[in-house]
């Protein structure tokens, strides 16, 4: 199996488990209806585990764009590789996406919510504000990297990390989730947004492509922001790039204060 294989299998199977439980938690008739958002956490968790266990010896399975370009960053991936990992991340969430409307085949006629269908595939703020939307994936990728940074400068167990890693993801969830969803990965949102806009989904409403950007520019910049604080932090090594995100993340957080106090 290639290396580029190996993300679109691993992210593939990210959707079909990670979008497999919203689709439960949401659509009509689901034994799991209404299970909530602890399920959902958890579930994204063991989904990122499980995608790792199946394909962190082949590709290393980063599974995440923002991942990707963080890593190569810092000097961690090669950047040759960058662009074929980006499309085979997207291309797999989008068959992910696709796999999970025929799992559920019966369940979108019975759902007359719109925006439950869409969430089974994309993320949505639960205030709409992007700038403060753009802050929140900004924040979540950021801890994101950061936290596999500091999981990989450990020794564990053999075969422990992807269960510490699932365990990153459930408290990000738990923690900065409630605000956006959680994107914190440009192609676990786009690749099945698109499979949304797609396919022929029984009564589905619009895409929201207004909001798209968010969740692939937010969690590029927290990523490759995370990436380089570390490398700042624990290697005590200031680059122009840190400067350059850092400057990026306060233009955002100043954006998104002024935007807020615009409303009150």
């Given at each position: ?17 990670g ?5 439960g938690?949401?659509?009509?008739g689901s034994?799991?209806?209404n299970?909530?958002?602890?399920v959902i956490?958890i579930?994204?968790g063991?989904?990122v ?13 980063h599974?995440?764009?923002a ?13 040759n ?12 969430a ?8 025929i ?6 006629k019975?759902?007359d919510?719109?925006?439950a ?10 205030i709409?504000s992007?700038s ?14 950061l ?16 269960l ?32 949304h ?12 492509w207004?909001y798209s ?5 937010g969690?590029?910049v ?9 490398v ?10 840190f400067?350059i995100?850092v ?18």
């Open positions: 199996m290639s290396v580029y294989l190996g993300e679109l299998v691993g992210t593939m199977l990210l959707i079909i488990l979008g497999g439980v919203v689709g938690v949401v659509l009509k034994k799991a209806e299970s909530g958002w602890i956490c579930a994204w063991l989904s585990a499980f995608a790792v266990y199946a394909v962190g010896h082949v590709s290393g399975a599974i995440n764009p991942v990707t370009l963080a890593l190569a960053s810092v000097g961690e991936f090669s950047w590789l960058v662009p074929g990992y980006i499309l085979a991340q997207v291309t797999g989008a068959a992910g996406g696709a796999i999970v409307w799992h559920y085949l019966p369940h979108w019975n759902t919510d719109k925006a269908k869409l969430a089974v595939f994309c993320t949505a703020p639960a709409r992007n403060a939307n753009f802050v929140s994936e900004m924040i979540g990728t950021m801890i994101l990297t936290g596999l940074l500091f999981i990989g400068a450990n020794k564990f167990t053999e075969g422990l990390n992807p510490v890693v699932g365990g990153l993801i459930m408290v990000i969830g738990f923690g900065l989730g409630g605000t956006t969803g959680f994107a914190i990965n440009p192609a676990r949102d786009f690749g099945p947004r698109l499979a806009f797609l396919l022929p989904i029984n009564g589905k409403g619009h895409s929201d207004s950007w968010i969740p692939v520019a969690p590029m927290g990523g490759v922001l995370g990436a380089q604080l570390y700042a932090l624990f290697q005590g090594t200031i680059t122009t790039t400067l995100m400057a990026v993340a306060v233009i955002s957080i100043v954006l998104a204060i002024v935007n807020e106090k615009k409303k009150l």
